[in-house]
């Protein structure tokens, strides 16, 4: 058998074993070198991984617990509840790199004094450009909606286009800007037969009690008067849905457009004065004595100045007004760049983790007084579901829309920001909950003769409540989408269905005050109970809910 070399025997020498063993021990050094030095990289990787997978989850935590308050994308719910996905709860600003440099070349301006005039000059002019850069950006946030007016047209003209393709020869409507003007010669046309209609009746009603035959011209015309009103209901039916449309999308681009020109006007208007100022300035300083030869133009460019700064106040007005148009119509969500960071308002002192992670553990019971449903406690050391590590998930998952700064197209996405904590709304005189004595008050509104304080039965009004913050409405039930809750398209035809299947429900307008004020009475297929608020029957006086009913009822 062939003898085997032990490894001891593989250096035979001690000059070798010496050798191998400094070998060995330089390698050893060397990987434990390399893993030091390496050590931090692999760390941080195997942080970020274990960041990611737990932002992973808390995106399926929110998915399933959150996105029905605070919106699939975090930017939240009108009235319902704030977008998290925001600039303001990050204490993110516009204007951080730009007030940063501002305050450097102001301490640099304090500290020169009057030892560099030069210098003093220059610091003094790039603050000044710093300054009117920052007035720009702020103005572009708050005033300039020029992408959604230019969606806006394009809607509008998409329309015109298939009203004309509808209905331009079949109805003789050269413009549809002319669609209002045709609708109301149908309606016109209605309200005459419908006249006539009862105008005959009664002559056939009279006859009959005398115990005559009625005329047999009246029955004949009677006839033709329902056949006519068929078909004007019929046309009306077809017309009356788009002019509605038409007549709404018209006055929201006429809102836009209103900002957009003054917005636009109070630019150039400035571009005019820096134009005549420059000028004024490179003009030589007037003589001591003698005739100034620049006296007349000097003289000019103060008249023109004062007739710009003019019309600038009148055009600041405008904007102004035309902003807060489209906020009471609720066209947009305005943010306020200059607002305080959600910590500050809230005076939290810690982390924005903490401020996170303390709401989710424990809830926020106080906001009940401003909002339909009170943050919940969700950790399971509150009674809520969730334990500590998807409490981490969610903080993870919130956190990190923060990461990358926030643009203007950011902004314009929100539908709700945070509201600042109150003790609560006036008190108001609820309805209740007894839908038939809701009903028969809302039938004694509506034919009462005596003139109203406030609207009633108004579906402008009623959309204004709808889609607004107090209610929240739209938040939940959004036209085209179904969400939170059902489509109010089509609603008062489904609703007459209900009414017409369920002998419970006498009504269509029965069905719309129940599920108002009673949502758990009637469940739409599809859907769950417990996510209407039961509390509107507290919070809705008559008069409210009278138009929030005329708007419903038009989603025929």
Excluded at 370 to 397: F, K
Excluded at 457 to 472: H, I
């Amino acid at each position: 058998m062939e003898n085997q070399r032990t490894p001891f025997m593989l250096f035979p020498s001690v000059t070798s074993r010496i050798v191998a063993g400094i070998i060995s021990f330089t390698g050893i050094i060397i990987v434990l070198a390399w893993v030091a030095i390496n050590e931090e990289g692999r760390m941080e990787e195997f942080t970020e991984r274990f960041q990611g997978r737990s932002v992973e989850t808390g995106a399926i935590l929110f998915e399933n617990n959150c996105s029905t308050c605070h919106g699939q994308d975090g930017r939240g719910l009108t009235g319902v509840a704030p977008a998290l996905n925001n600039p303001q709860l990050f204490g993110f600003s516009f204007f951080g790199d730009i007030d940063t440099e501002i305050a450097v070349k102001s301490a640099e301006l304090e500290q020169l004094g009057s030892s560099d005039p030069d210098r003093a000059a220059q610091l003094e002019a790039e603050i000044a450009t710093l300054e009117a850069q920052r007035q720009e950006l702020d103005e572009t946030i708050r005033y300039d909606y020029s992408s959604e007016l230019a969606e806006l047209q394009a809607e509008l003209s998409a329309l015109d286009a298939e009203i004309t393709e509808l209905f331009g020869e079949k109805y003789e409507i050269v413009s549809p800007s002319l669609l209002p003007i045709k609708v109301g010669e149908l309606e016109a046309q209605k309200s005459a037969l419908e006249l006539e209609q009862t105008q005959i009746q009664d002559r056939i009603a009279a006859a009959e009690t005398a115990g005559e035959t009625p005329d047999a011209a009246d029955n004949a015309r009677l006839d033709e008067v329902f056949a006519k009103l068929d078909t004007l209901n019929t046309q009306l039916d077809e017309l009356g849905g788009y002019n509605t449309e038409r007549t709404n999308l018209v006055a929201k681009v006429g809102r836009f457009t209103a900002l957009h020109d003054a917005h636009t006007q109070i630019i150039d208007l400035r571009m005019q004065a820096a134009e005549l100022n420059s000028e004024l300035a490179a003009m030589p300083e007037a003589p001591a004595e003698g005739e100034d030869p620049n006296a007349t133009r000097r003289e000019e460019i103060g008249a023109a100045l004062f007739d710009i700064e003019t019309q600038q106040v009148a055009q600041e007005s405008a904007r102004d007004d035309a902003l807060q148009a489209l906020m009471d119509n609720f066209d947009i969500v305005f943010y306020d760049p200059a607002r305080d960071a959600r910590m500050v308002e809230l005076k939290w002192n810690g982390a924005l983790r903490d401020l996170i992670r303390t709401t989710l553990i424990s809830g926020r019971p106080t906001s009940a007084s401003y909002w339909n449903n009170p943050m919940a406690a969700w950790s399971q050391r509150a009674g809520g579901p969730l334990r500590d590590d998807e409490i981490e998930n969610l903080v993870d998952y919130i956190l990190n829309w923060g990461v990358q700064p926030f643009t203007i197209e950011d902004v314009r996405q929100i539908n709700q920001y945070a509201v600042l904590p109150t003790t609560g709304a006036a008190a108001v005189e609820g309805v209740g909950t007894d839908v038939d004595a809701i009903l028969a008050a809302l039938d004694e509104l509506e034919n009462s003769e005596e003139p109203m304080e406030v609207p009633v039965f108004d579906s402008n009004e009623g959309q204004r409540a709808y889609v607004g913050p107090d209610l929240g409405c739209g938040g939940c039930h959004q036209i085209g989408v179904a969400g939170t809750g059902p489509d109010p398209t089509g609603l008062y035809t489904r609703a007459e269905q209900y009414a017409a299947d369920n002998p419970r429900i006498t009504s269509a307008r029965y069905y719309l005050v129940q599920s108002i004020v009673n949502p758990s009475a009637f469940i739409v297929d599809g859907y769950s109970d417990g996510i209407m608020p039961q509390t509107f029957g507290d919070r809705l006086d008559l008069e409210t809910l009278s138009n929030i009913i005329a708007y419903l009822e038009s989603f025929d």
